[in-house]
């Protein structure tokens, strides 16, 4: 959410995709969006969407937000507090969003 907040600022700042893309990049490092995000992002804001929200999904609820995968987010982050979000999904093998959300919603 914050790195679309950074986003949107940057598109209405009059930068550009690609310079918005290298902008993350530099501050987020590994952890930076995509490419390809940035410019959906960009196509979004042009074609009017203003809330940088996700869109509700239908489908089967995730399933890798579990108490065990949350408890087991916290002591890696105890050991290391510099783990990426990456090596954290690497190693328990769950996506970047699961790992995000365990963070961000239940740490």
Not at 8 to 30: P, S
Not at 42 to 59: A, I, L, N, T, Y
Request: charged fraction near 35%; aromatic fraction near 8%.
């Amino acid at each position: 959410m914050e790195q679309r907040v950074n986003i949107k600022f940057c598109y209405k700042a009059g930068k550009t995709a690609t310079k918005t893309y290298e902008m993350l990049v530099k501050v987020y490092g590994v952890d930076a969006v995509s490419k390809k995000c940035v410019f959906e992002w960009f196509k979004r804001f042009r074609d009017g969407e203003e809330d940088v929200k996700d869109e509700p999904r239908s489908g089967l609820p995730p399933t890798s937000t579990t108490p065990d995968n949350i408890e087991r987010v916290r002591r890696m982050l105890a050991d290391d507090r510099r783990l990426s979000l990456r090596k954290i999904a690497e190693e328990l093998k769950i996506s970047l969003d699961s790992v995000s959300n365990i963070i961000h919603e239940h740490l």
